[in-house]
Structure formats: structure tokens, C-alpha cells
């Protein structure tokens, strides 16, 4: 049986990507609301638009399939009882207070003529002023009415990488660090139990979106066919990396090790694919700041539960040890410069997709870190970064793959 999510690494070559093209939620950012939608600055959409197609041109052009998000969760809408049980979750849990306007939004979205309309309005996020007027006869509705909205945008959607992840033939669908984010992973529930692709197809499902503690797919890299890495961070807990090595070990899906990677809570760093991502068999592209401080842990499966151990060596000889291989080089963002690695960091010079071993697509503002990129015999194909990187993700962020080929 072929297995609609095979992905035991982070560079075999990459057949079949999900990607979000931003839509209409990134205008309804606004500059007062921005640190509660985790944006630090509002992108100008249709120029966003233009180099997130240029983004998916790009993989199609690498012999890449590129579904979209949003095309599978209208197609897993399969009926009017899914549709109106999706239209009542998400309502649920977009925290509307006053339930007048709550049923005038479900009226508003279930009156859309198609399913892709649908979605699509469940992620631009509702306007107050969108709703038909209605009296304002509770206390709620009164003390509520300045906010703008009745259901806040979800803008970091585009970022496809966090709201679940595929490890081997599984998925985790993440439980996210914030609430802004965490209506997002509704779309993977629905498309996992009831789209075609995937439904009935025994995906090992390793962490689910109403686990109590947080995680997100940006820490989440499949290394090898034997060994993950994931990262302690500002998003995912130490709490989130146990439940998730007994659910991995429990699905007997063959990995044998998982590397806790302690980055530390910070909003710069945010998660580990941020600051470090495999380009090669042996080559890693990483930021310098995190090497000095960075503890390492090793989780296995033990007789009475998870062999835990605190690795006590350099990066480099604990990759080379759980990868089995000599020598590793690691690709330092900003070349050690620490105000060039900042400044590139911060515009995702570390974060890197491979799309096939020693091929990765790159922001092509980060100039320093791709030279080294370069000198180190990785090959380039460059991505626009003027908007995109303004919701402080890059290539990896923003694309989910589901398929690679195994190495």
C-alpha cells in the first residue's frame, strides 16, 4: 500500500508540498493588533501573493505536486452535516462572546455559495461592520462593540510548517503556543479525518490538537529515517516532546532516537527550524547564537519508559554520532558575523528548504549566509523576500511537505 504521507527525512527529494497562498486575512491586520496576530508588520498583500506563486512556480517547476490548504479543506467538507459541524466548531472556538452575533456569522458563512468561499472567509476573519445590523440588547454586545471584529484573521497561515507536521506515515496535529493560532490546526483535523487523500488511510496520529500542552511544527525535524530533532522553545514544551516520544515509540514507526534541541524562549529564535535546518547528508546551515548555550538531550525508548540523557559534547559530534556518519559542517547564518547573523536570522537566512539533498530555496536577501550556502556546494534557487518574510518565516516555514522520496 502506498501511504499518503511518507516523510523519513529532512532532504530526500520533495514530491508533494502543501502550501497556504495568503489571502485576504493578511489585510485585516492592523498596526493595534498586531502582537496579539504574532505579526510585527503588516505585508502588502498582492505583492506577498506574487512571491508566494513565484514560491510554488519554483517547487512545480522541480517536478514538486503543490496543494493548497485551503483546496483541501473545502474538499473535506464532503456534506452539509461536515459543513455545518465545521462551521459550529470553529465558531466555538473563535471566542465570540455574544451569541447573536455568533449566529449571524454562522448564517453569514453558511449562506456562501461554495465550500472554497467558505474556507476561505473562515481565514480572512469577520468585520463587525460585515455582520446585517442587530440591536444591541445585551451587555456583551454593548461593552464589546469597539473591537473591529467578530472573529479575529488567522495571517500566520502561510506558514503551513506549524500547525501539524509529518513524521514517517503519521502527523501530529499541533496544539500551538497561542490562541490567535491555535483555531488554525481545525483545517488539518477536518482534512485528516474526512479528505479523501488521507481519511481511512491509518495515518499514526502522535500529538493531537487537544493535548493540553504546546507544540508546533516548526521545531519538528525528521533528520532520518532513525532520529528526530525537536526543539524546546518560546512554542513547544519539554511536557509536549515526552508525549510525543511515547505516542512516536508506542506506533512502532521505525525512529529510534529523538533529539531535544533547548533553543530558549525567544521571540528572535521562536522555533528550531529558525536557527537550524539540515541541506545535505552532512551539511546544516545553523545561527551562531545558539551554539554556546545549547543543551542537547537524547530520548529513547527505554524497558519501563523514555531513556533520557544529557548529551555532553559539541553539535557537531552528537549529529555525527545519531547520523552515523564522520564529519558534519555546520553553515553559519551571517558567516559568525553576530550583526550580520542577527540581521539574517531575523529575515530566515537559517531557514532553508531542501527540496532535494544539497538543494534548498532561499530568501534571496540574505546574501552572506547563501554565499557560504554556495561555497559549501549547496545548490541555490532564490525566493523574493520582501513581504513574505515580514510574518518572520522563510521557505521551510511555509511549506508542509507530505511526500518525499526516502534516502
Known sequence: ???????????????????????????????DYLERLLFDDIPYLEQAQREHDQFAELLVSKGVEVLYLEDLAAEALLNDEIKEKFVDQY?????????????????????????????????????????????????????ESDYPFVIDPMPNLYFTRDPFATIGHGVSLNHMYAETRNRETIYGQYIFDFHPRFAGKDLPRVYDRDDSTRIEGGDELVLSKDVLAIGISQRTDAASIEKMAKSIFAENMGFKHILAFNIGEYRKFMH????????????????????????????????????IIREEDSLENILCKYLNIDKVHLIRCGGGNLTAAAREQWNDGSNTLTIAPGEVIVYDRNTITNKLLEEAGVKLNYLPGSELVRGRGGPRCMSMPIIREDI
Open 91 to 143: 465558531l466555538n472556538e473563535a471566542n465570540i462572546k455574544s451569541k447573536t452575533a455568533k449566529q449571524k456569522a454562522k448564517e453569514l458563512l453558511l449562506a456562501l455559495p461554495t465550500n472554497r468561499e467558505l474556507i476561505d472567509k473562515s481565514m480572512a476573519g469577520m468585520q463587525k461592520v460585515e455582520l446585517p445590523k442587530f440591536e444591541l440588547s445585551s451587555l456583551t454586545d454593548m461593552v
Open 272 to 307: 528550531l527550524d529558525t536557527v537550524f535546518t539540515m541541506v545535505d547528508y552532512d551539511k546544516f546551515s545553523i545561527h551562531p547564537e545558539i551554539e554556546g548555550e545549547l543543551v542537547v538531550y537524547s530520548i529513547s525508548e527505554g524497558k519501563d519508559g523514555l531513556d
Open 1 to 31: 500500500m502506498s501511504h499518503p504521507i511518507n516523510v523519513f527525512s529532512e532532504i530526500g527529494k520533495l514530491k508533494t508540498v502543501l502550501l497556504h497562498r495568503p489571502g485576504k486575512e493578511l489585510e485585516n491586520l492592523m498596526p
